[in-house]
């Protein structure tokens, strides 16, 4: 067994753990595996391990590795910032954008998708604890930019996407966590079709998935730590 297939199910069973604990079902928590800045081969050794989603952030790199991969039943969610100069990348070559956090991007992904391809799924990003330094919409705007992007053709709004600074210990990771899942829940009672809760990663993926994640984006853990490229 190669040290990524290891890594694989070392997390595989933390998430079985998370979800036993939490009462919850290990089926209802999608595994996505982080894959940027590693090369097509270890995203081949993840494969061949039973991996089946990535996530890339640097959009440029995750398309020139598309290239080399494509032999492989792979689905790919777009994690990064999305700037307007990608967004034809994006749409072209991702089944996921998990980053939309202002209307022009949902725009211009919907135009640029291509019409051979299925939707585009797409995640709402919420700055939830309002960290200065990162992406994502105000939670109380949410649900107008949600209520936009439900109405682009050649998109399919799936659900919230967070990524909250750090927190320390299980109980301030899970705190942090449950207000997002709470903004997901207000936001199906206004009627929107949302299915996906894309939160928790390598330090917190237990916290989440306590929390109700229902995709935990681990890359750390499988592939080990990783220099900027």
């Not at 209307?103 to 135009?111: D, F, P, T, V, Y």
């Amino acid at each position: 067994m190669t040290t990524i297939a290891a890594n694989l199910q070392t997390v595989r069973e933390r998430i079985a753990h998370a979800c036993t604990d939490a009462g919850r079902d290990v089926t209802e928590v999608t595994l996505l595996t982080v894959s940027k800045t590693f090369g097509p081969d270890a995203v081949r050794e993840a494969h061949a391990a039973g991996a089946t989603a990535f996530g890339e952030n640097y959009i440029q790199e995750a398309v020139e590795k598309q290239a080399l991969l494509g032999d492989l039943d792979a689905e790919w969610h777009c994690i990064g910032p999305i700037q307007s100069n990608k967004t034809r990348l994006v749409a072209s070559h991702f089944d996921w954008a998990q980053t939309v956090d202002r209307l022009k991007i949902a725009q211009r992904l919907s135009e640029q998708r291509p019409a051979e391809l299925p939707p585009l799924n797409v995640c709402i990003q919420v700055n939830i604890d309002g960290g200065p330094n990162k992406s994502g919409v105000a939670p109380q705007e949410a649900l107008e930019l949600a209520r936009a992007v439900l109405a682009l053709p050649r998109l399919r709004l799936r659900g919230l996407m967070s990524l909250p600074e750090p927190a320390e210990g299980f109980a301030a990771q899970r705190a942090v966590h449950e207000r997002a899942r709470e903004l997901f829940g207000e936001l199906r009672l206004q009627g929107l079709p949302l299915d996906t809760l894309s939160m928790g990663m390598t330090e917190d993926l237990e916290a989440a998935i306590h929390a109700g994640s229902t995709m935990v984006r681990v890359g750390t853990a499988i592939f080990g730590r990783r220099d900027k490229p």
